[in-house]
């Protein structure tokens, strides 16, 4: 029986390698067409901002970059991150933490629910706000009426970016909370540890690099953001521009020095973008290694019921 | 009296998982709780732990009534089945955890982690992290945790189901001298009789969120309250029979049930109550010894009788070669001693020794 399964496998690992070696052809073409699209679609693109950017010289560069509209633009993007970022960690955390732990009718509506910015388009949501809060909006005369202005000022960019940037926390958090399970927080509870103590000793470290890996990438979307923004925003310089606004603005612009001063506004976001991927690849790595050790750690599988002999208890008992 | 259960039950929704459960347990014991997966013995664990809350029912730890206390509040120290160890600290930071929360001194900590580390020979693997420990390890560093805080219990959810049977072996002898040093009030949970039978003082079966019987070791196999209990401890043949005239009879064989109405009834005996001997004329009974199962120092044996039952005896390896047996040989066999079962939860009658055959030759020691 062995000999036969030996041979059979020896049959396949002889067929793979035959397989591999007729294939270096295919295998070449594949490569080549796959670094020809990246080159062309996302390296050049990338390079091309940064050549543009500097294509007049450093001087014209710094001078767009310090230009006041610019310099508001990444002020109030800044802002407007430094907002919405907490307010989605702290609903990522909520959301993912009851999702996880407990079970309550209308789970997997939430779910789906939080993916709801993933599956509309930013400007659909950026819409959505201008319905509701908008002069001709649901709320617009009560607002009016208060002196309260959420559209075409800053509380709107923020609402539009909490919106966009509101799955990835909870994304992120919801599988490495539901892997790391429950009992750990009922260990530090049985040892005499309050809620608050089993949140900040046990919760919050073991999910860590999953929380760090969210923030980034809801921090890279918050600051790039373009579509609902620029709908709730009425692009009033010097006031409502973010980064991707000034961007566009300077990118329409008529003189060739704006060109420039959009490219090197552009940089900016392209080398956020970098950065981004850097610390995503590099968290990717460590929660692999951290997911890899807890299944090594891991859940034990409980063995079938034992209905075996009972060897021993016939010699102590008879 | 450590901890009394008293007519505690729990429902999930509309599931009873434990259902007017009461017991006791003293001072210093080692006591398993005993039943079939899903029987709800892990829920009355948790519910001493303070983990999970009772529908109805008290539970005093050392006479303090302890329904209201937070899981915190309850000075329990609890093994989980998968050890729970925060894997973002080392052995360590692990055991030191609960002493750091209830605020000892730091030397205090130091001197009682490093006696636990001696206890439980987990020293020199201070500063290893959980995914850097072997199985067993990793379990006496739970233990060394839960204890760590000088509970006045000790709960263990199923504390060797996740390792294998050699080492389980090996933690079991381990944690009865653990509790013979330290005189701990332990509880454990487990579904495999054989490791209540061999590490616990006393046995608390439960089963369909019930207790069925809870008694010493010796006892729950030798007097069980049940038929339940009769078949969940150690092996049993049973057979139903239809008893005429206070016999009853099923294939060959005859029991003698002088008290018992004409009917159908069923009856069970051990297989070391099965005595087995290659002279045909023994024996009253024949039958065909079909498979031989090799169990270390005992064996099991299949005999068949001629009407096609199986019947399961147990036979030391000395008397096996003394006898001379092969499989596929004929043998004479008698039952030694038999017990009426019941299909409900009636308690059963002690176990009735057959009279009317020669006495055995072979050795009793089985």
Redo the contacts between chains.
Sequence with gaps: MAGVVRRKNQGSTLKSQRASEESPFAKWILITAALCFVTVFLLLPLMNVFYQAFSKGWQLYRHSMLEEDTIHAIKLTLAITAISVPLNLIFGLAASWAIAKFDFPGKTFLISLIDLPFAVSPVVAGLMFVVLFGRQGYFGEWLDAHDIKIIFAVPGMVLATVFVTFPFVARELIPVMQQTGSEQEQAALTLGASGWKTFWLVTLPSVKWGLIYGVILCNARAMGEFGAVSVVSGHIAGQTDTIPLRVEKLFNGASAASGVAAFAVASLLALLALVTLFLKTFLEWKTDRDFARAQEAGPAVEPPPNESDTVILAKSLQ | MSIQIQKVSKTFGNVAAVDSVSFEIHDGELVALLG??GGGKTTVLRMI???EMPTAGDIRIRGQRVNDLS??QRN???V???Y?????MNVFKNVA??LK??KWKRKEIEERVAELMTLLELKGLEKR???Q?S?GQ?QRVAIA??L??KPSVLLLD?PF???DAKIRQELREWLVKLHHDLNVTTLFVT?????A??VSNRIVIIAAGRLEQIGT??EV??QPANEFVARFI??MNVLDCTVRDGVGRVGEMQFNLPNVADGQVRLGFR??AVQISPDLSLYRYRAVLRHT?F????L?LEIELPSGLIVRA?ITKEDYSRLGLQDEQEVSFQIRQFRLLAHDKAALQPEQRTTYDVPPMIAE??
């Design positions: 079939p997966s732990a303070g983990l899981v915190q329990i120290g609890f989980f089945q998968n729970a160890l925060f894997k973002n955890f609960g929360i209830k992290y959980p995914h420990l199985g990793r945790r839960a760590a805080p199923e189901g996740a390792v579904h495999d009789q054989e490791e039978m061999e070791p010796r196999y030798e150690g092996v297989p070391y199962f169990l270390g120092i005992m099991r147990r020691n089985i």
